[in-house]
């Protein structure tokens, strides 16, 4: 299996602080690799170094074999990365439609492009004209995540999606997430509900003050709580 993503001896200084201290890993193509760790391990500064929003002080990001980590945000993003902040990136004031429209930097969208959207989140057909301000935090989130997807992309960089979501709406967005993994998308994606990492993760990393402390398949590391409780500080039921 050929790594689409990797990360060598990355470090990244936010002000005087050394936030990532060597991150060492690799995305392999077309499956989904869970970044885990504890609140403030690193993990939003991972995505954001990926994405060209934080400059690596030391080491090397490459996409498909190309260096990418001296570009800039919007050269990484016409490469083919595709981020989806926790901060639900959508236009409050534009409709589902507009957002959308937005997102499609190549042209406008066809209907071929609608159906493979609406496909993923039936929700946003319906809302389709409704300001995205109106939408429930489910909504957003997909909207958000419609955002990254819309344009055909290597990579997908999505940032805690279940945050601050209801359950019911977590099980759908994980239905949302597992059908985008089986048309063949990269993610990396990082979660702390343990469940939705479980069920939507082939591989896992687990970085702990700016390093990555534990690589492996998801579900070896499911299958061992006291790994788990060690690694995440946190067993696996008191995640669910
Ligand atoms: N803009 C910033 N200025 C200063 N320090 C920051 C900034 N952003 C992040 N940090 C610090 O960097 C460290 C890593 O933060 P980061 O957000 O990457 O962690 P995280 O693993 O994503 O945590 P969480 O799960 O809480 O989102 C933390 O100590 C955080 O306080």
Redesign the pocket.
Known sequence: MSALLKLTGVETY??R?H?LQGVDFEVPEGRTTMLL?R???????TLRTIMGLWQPKNGSITLAGEPIEKLATPDIAQRGVGYVPESMAVFSDLTVKENLVLAARNGPLDDAQLAWIFGFFPALKKFWLSRAGSLSGGQKQMLSIARAIVEPRKLLLIDEPTKGLAPAIVMSLIECLKEIKRRGATILL?E?NFHAARELGDHVLV?DNGTIVHRGEMAALAADVPLQERLLGLSLEAHQ
């Open positions: 936010i002000g602080y936030i760790g609140n403030g391990a690193g993990k939003t500064t990082v702390q970085m």
